[in-house]
């Protein structure tokens, strides 16, 4: 077991060492290195929302702590009062029931006292939705149609190049691949670029829904919706498509990669270069040199799910 532990931190090392090797050629200084790669994804018991990737999602997870607090202190509250009346007008103590069936001030109350709850949620959710809806400076257009049941994306802004983003089956997984969240070409962006998100649908309607950077939007055929994201950091987020679209909507996942300016330049000319020959645009440099995505699993389950999709 020592031996594997050892031989385990040496591939480790020589792993980065590749991956500061493959950097240092395109350019990525040294301290982009420092910055650690997340993962947002869904984790083992896991509660409450996914960690948060971006300024959006920032955002939401600020409003659902908002509405948690006011839900918990409404529950509190009728929680005491149920327990008073339970004691306070309990046969014993109350022998002669009040015939009261009206009481201005308490109708008033009731009724003035939930309505202004309301405003006080209404008016950060109005922001919220309105910060969601599209970024006034963007820096790139990413282009992203729903099919049944895979995904569609295109760079108009890189040279207009397009590829299709399939879910790997289970019996494909390569190493620090997840079951039924993968893809065999992610969707690509720059660290701390707000990217436009233009979305459509071919066939019926899907949803472009990403937890970890507070993405959703429909793709719906014959419409175009828009929507942005920004990723704070380098990492893998894994999303799904949220909305039933047909038999194999259960495996249609969805996985964005944002990565160092430099390495996503990068990138881009290797999709190009490779279209240019009619191949796939290729995973970012980092993961070409043989590096798993960051914090992924050194093995991935197999799990034979072929009954499933049938």
């Known amino acids: 077991m020592t031996g594997l532990r050892m031989a385990g931190r040496a591939t480790g090392l020589l792993g980065l060492a590749g991956l500061a090797a493959a950097l240092a050629a395109f350019g990525v200084p040294a301290a982009a290195l420092a910055q650690e790669a997340m993962i947002g994804a869904p984790q083992p018991w896991g509660m409450g929302l996914q960690a948060s990737g971006g300024p959006i999602k920032d955002a939401i997870s600020s409003f659902n702590a908002l509405v948690f607090w006011i839900i918990v202190a409404i ?19 109350n022998p002669n029931p009040s015939r009261t069936s009206h009481n201005t001030t308490l109708e008033i109350a009731w009724t003035v006292v939930p309505v202004l709850i309301l405003v006080v949620i209404a008016i950060p959710s109005f922001r919220l939705i309105y910060y969601q809806d599209r970024t006034v400076d963007a820096d790139l257009t990413v282009n992203v149609q ?8 295109g760079y108009p802004d890189n040279g207009n190049f397009t590829f299709d983003s399939y879910p790997v089956q289970t019996e494909d997984l390569q190493a620090g691949q997840m079951r039924n969240l993968d893809v065999d070409n992610p969707l ?72 160092p300016q430099a390495e996503y330049e990068a990138w881009v000319a290797q999709a190009q270069a490779n279209f240019a020959q009619g191949l796939p645009p290729g995973p970012p440099v980092a993961l070409a040199a043989g590096v798993p995505a960051p914090g992924a699993p050194a093995t991935a389950p197999q799990i034979n799910v072929a009954e499933a999709r049938r």
Do not use: K
């Open 188 to 259: 690509v962006i720059p660290v701390g670029a707000n990217v436009r998100v233009l979305t459509t649908g071919q066939d019926v309607i899907h949803s472009f829904f990403v937890p970890s950077l507070g993405v959703q939007r429909y793709t719906i055929p014959g419409r175009t919706l828009e929507t942005w994201m920004r990723a704070d950091r380098p990492g893998t987020f894994y999303g799904q498509c949220n909305q039933i679209c047909g038999v194999n909507h259960w495996f249609m996942p969805i996985v964005v990669r944002a990565v």
């Open 146 to 153: 729903g099919r049944q049941w895979y995904w569609h994306y």
């Open 75 to 93: 529950t509190i509250f009728v929680a005491a009062l149920l327990a008073y009346v339970i004691w306070r007008f309990r046969a014993e103590a």
